[in-house]
């Protein structure tokens, strides 16, 4: 019962570290109280980009005409078989993280853990009613839903994403509220199945600190699909006749089927008991440095806990750096060069600076874009549909961020974040070459726009 490293999270963070940690030689002890690959492979990304791509293969079959393909009887579609076959991916997926972290030696711990205390250089960690001690501790308890206090919501019957994902019946009607990545990647999905979907967002674009000129854009596109956008606008009350919402000191009310909130996560900071480290905290997370080392030094964390950017792909990364650090590697976390991604159809995504950041820190820069058009693949994929690439340069043309509007936005975003993790300029960047025909030319078309 004594281990090297305790993690405290089988999230992607947590799984991530105790593969890297084992195979560096630590013995490693995993406990997770729910289900390994935490919110991520359970109640989040996984399922959600599941049922997005059934959503996106019934938007194809509607618009076959485009390409010249007849489907000759009326295509439907079958929502109880959508939901099982992302319950299969689910538990697939689940089984394959639980099954290779095992393959590593760790020892899985499916209890709750406990922080109890440190005693001779020691922590202890209570789980299941046993006592473990290991000399480092990664703590990675991830996010749980933000619930606003809006008046009546406790008395509605609504849905986070949770139930979102679960349900086989869809409402009559939605309403959104919170217009960020999560909002309108359900707004996405619902409008494709059918449901007339409002989304309600208090900031005047949706997708928060996403590059506003492709947000406004994907809005543009939904607009004409049917959603219906308030922005700018405050959510008062929730009933069961709908919601009440207020802008401009004008209030009405959305009529809604069902409610799904959407305002954001916010860090699980309260059960793990690292309260009796006294472990500093900063806004709304654990504080860490560039290592993910807290203010105690055989102390980490990584994941939606540090409150810093709360993405699976960021909490691997983070992991890894951590467990770099214990090992005496030279690493460090870089959050200038993390990708976003919005799944919805077409996609969005983006990487490094926006415009708007650069423009409130006063900092010099110049845009090379173009439409995603001008990629020959993109149009033989993407009837009537143009894009966005837009670059971010700085005074020194060096690519200080990317952001794109048009599928596949999320696989592509990778090649312009090692542009701007090694700092390339436009002249070195021109020099990589892409496959023809590839959207992924989108790239080599901008850099000489």
């Not at 205390?117 to 006592?131: Q, S």
């Not at 990675?140 to 919501?153: A, N």
Request: with cysteine.
């Amino acid at each position: 019962m004594r281990y090297d490293i305790a993690i405290i999270g089988g999230g992607p963070a947590g799984y991530t570290a105790a593969e890297r940690a084992a195979a560096g030689g630590l013995k490693t002890v995993l406990f997770e109280k729910k289900a390994i690959g935490g919110v991520c492979l359970n109640e989040g990304c996984i399922p959600t980009k599941t049922l997005l791509y059934s959503a996106k293969l019934w938007d194809t079959m509607k618009g076959a005409a485009k390409y010249g393909i007849t489907v000759p009887d009326a295509p439907a579609f079958d929502m109880g078989k959508i939901i099982d076959r992302k319950d299969k991916v689910v538990k697939k997926l689940t089984g394959g993280v639980k099954m290779t972290v095992g393959s590593y030696g760790v020892a899985i711990v499916e209890k709750e853990a406990v922080i109890a205390g440190e005693e001779n250089g020691m922590f202890r960690i209570v789980a299941g009613g046993e006592t473990y001690e290991a000399t480092y501790l990664l703590v990675c308890t991830g996010s749980d839903t933000v619930i606003p206090p809006i008046p009546g919501l406790s008395d509605t019957d609504y849905w986070t994403s949770k139930e979102a994902l679960e349900s086989k019946e869809l409402p009559r009607s939605l309403v959104i509220i919170g217009g960020g990545v999560i909002g309108m990647e359900f707004a996405s999905f619902f409008n494709s199945m059918g449901v007339k979907v409002s989304v309600v967002e208090m900031m005047p674009e949706i997708l928060g600190a996403m590059d506003k000129e492709t947000a406004g854009m994907l809005r543009s596109e939904y607009l004409k699909r049917g959603v219906n956008f308030y922005l700018g606008t405050k959510v008062t009350a929730v009933s069961h006749e709908g919601v009440t919402v207020e802008k401009d000191g004008k209030a009405s009310l959305i009529e809604a089927g069902k409610i799904l909130v959407s305002v954001g996560r916010k860090a699980n900071l309260g059960q793990a008991g690292l309260d009796k480290l006294n472990v500093e905290l900063l806004r709304n997370g654990v504080k860490v440095d560039e290592h993910m080392q807290t203010s105690h030094p055989r102390v980490y964390a990584c994941g939606d806990i540090t409150g810093r950017s709360m993405l699976a792909h960021t909490a691997i990364r983070e992991s890894e750096v951590a467990v770099n650090h214990i090992l005496g590697v030279e690493d460090a976390m870089n959050y200038d060069c993390i990708p976003g991604v919005v799944y919805t159809n077409p996609e969005v995504a983006g990487v490094g600076k926006t415009e708007e950041e650069l423009k409130a820190l006063g900092t010099g820069y110049h845009i090379q874009k173009l439409p995603m058009a001008y990629s020959g693949r993109f149009v033989a994929e993407n009837e009537l549909g143009n894009g966005l690439c837009k670059l971010v340069l700085d005074d020194g043309d060096r690519i200080i961020g990317c952001h794109l509007l048009g599928n596949p936005s999320s696989e592509i975003i990778v090649a312009a974040g090692i542009a701007v993790q090694h700092g390339y300029t436009v002249e070195e960047f021109q020099k990589s070459v892409f496959p023809h025909p590839t959207v992924g030319e989108i790239f080599h078309e901008t850099l000489f726009a």
